[in-house]
């Protein structure tokens, strides 16, 4: 089987999504690259039944190459990213309702919150276009120009990163923002913040962000027990580093 870390990937993504209330149903669409080649989910699938088998693998130009069923409407939309964007690994299309909700109200995601920074700027709203269409596919496109998120307009959001993780991280993060201003601008006015700080906050992201020191936990736990250490008695608290 073609990609199979990435079709597996791709379906354990779908069902998070769906469990998280990011999807509903058969909606949405999620996609991996690999060199020339694509696993994208396919068209109307339960993701409770979703195998990665059944996760399709086309390459940049559409053409199937291991694929048992037709490939999501959205097909286009995500090779025009991979196109625009060779440095894209993976992108995520949701239905989520916050973002969804404010893709109908505003043209683009006010600065109401520094996570913005993020995605490079306040997010951009496309115009509305037919799910499927070549049109869809250029509005998101042309929305995502320096960012790595977009809604679409009265349709869902959109966002890609280098890899599948944070692709599907930064869908959590916009749906909690939008939902945020959907909040405040409920109540109010919200108090917005300057391009500054967005810039002086994306700066300091380029260094945020830590992985675990895996190896060198499991050798001293392991010197632990050979030392006759209870293993509940370790000095304090040990959180995951990054948090």
């Known amino acids: 089987m073609l990609l199979p870390v990435a079709r597996e990937a791709i379906v354990n993504t779908c069902q998070e999504l769906s469990r998280t209330g990011l999807v509903g149903g058969t909606a949405g669409n999620v996609s991996v690259r690999e060199g020339d ?68 109200l505003v043209d683009e995601v006010p600065a109401v919150h520094y996570y913005v920074a993020m995605f490079g700027g306040p997010v951009r709203v496309s115009p509305y276009a037919t799910y499927g269409t070549d049109e869809l596919a250029r509005n998101a496109v042309h929305a995502l120009r320096d960012r790595t998120a977009c809604l679409m307009g009265n349709h869902g959001a959109v966002t890609v990163g280098p890899d599948l993780t944070t692709a599907h991280d930064k869908s959590m ?71």
Do not use: F, M
């Open 173 to 243: 993060y916009l749906e909690w923002l939008c939902d945020v201003y959907l909040r405040a601008s409920s109540a109010g006015t919200p108090r917005l913040l300057p391009p500054s700080e967005i810039a002086a906050v994306a700066e300091k992201l380029t260094s945020y962000g830590q992985r675990p020191p895996v190896a060198s936990v499991a050798t001293w736990e392991l010197s632990a027990v050979a030392d006759g250490e209870p293993d509940d008695d370790r000095g304090g608290d040990h959180h995951v580093p990054g948090r």
């Open 37 to 104: 080649l694509v696993a994208v989910t396919p068209s109307g699938v339960r993701y409770a039944e979703l195998t990665p088998e059944l996760v399709g693998v086309h390459r940049l130009d559409g053409a199937a190459v291991e694929a048992p069923l037709a490939p999501t409407s959205e097909l286009p939309l995500h090779l025009a990213i991979y196109a625009a964007q060779p440095e894209v690994g993976a992108i995520v299309h949701t239905h989520s309702p916050a973002a969804t909700a404010l893709s109908t």
